[in-house]
């Protein structure tokens, strides 16, 4: 039986993913994204970005109704929107700085606000791809 449903969720995926031909960018809970979604206001179509912090995912990324949660302050006030991952109304998803936590889910940033629910950032200095040029020499 769940061999048949998995079956049934990757075709799904694949129909989504060919149907889109866009590609999602890689990001995770606690990191900065910039989410372009379309607007259909009357006759015209816009994009408009909403920026802000990966709070949850649900369902992973190889499901084809996964979703997620991102959180932004506007006008002192925390606003945040729930986006389905393969939405044709999501044009594209851009990661802006990643984030360093330890949780699957940040609901406790609901409750801070102003430096408190600031999140490390994850810094990466080194390129993995080049050697440390202390082993080159040896």
Not at 15 to 23: D, L
Request: glycine share 8%.
């Amino acid at each position: 039986m769940k061999n048949i449903i998995k079956e049934f969720e990757q075709s799904q995926l694949k129909i989504i993913k060919e149907a889109n031909g866009k590609s999602i960018a890689k990001f995770n809970v606690g990191d900065t994204v910039s989410v372009k979604y379309r607007i259909n206001e009357g006759g015209t179509i816009r994009i408009q970005a909403f920026n802000g912090i990966v709070i949850s995912r649900t369902k992973g990324e190889d499901h084809y109704s996964a979703t997620f949660t991102v959180r932004k302050i506007s006008s002192s006030i925390g606003v945040e929107r729930k986006f389905v991952l393969y939405s044709p109304l999501i044009a594209g998803v851009e990661l802006l700085k990643q984030g360093d936590v330890r949780r699957a889910k940040l609901y406790y940033l609901r409750k801070l606000t102003g430096k408190a629910s600031r999140i490390k950032e994850k810094l990466d200095f080194m390129d993995h791809s080049q050697q440390s040029p202390i082993s080159s020499a040896e």
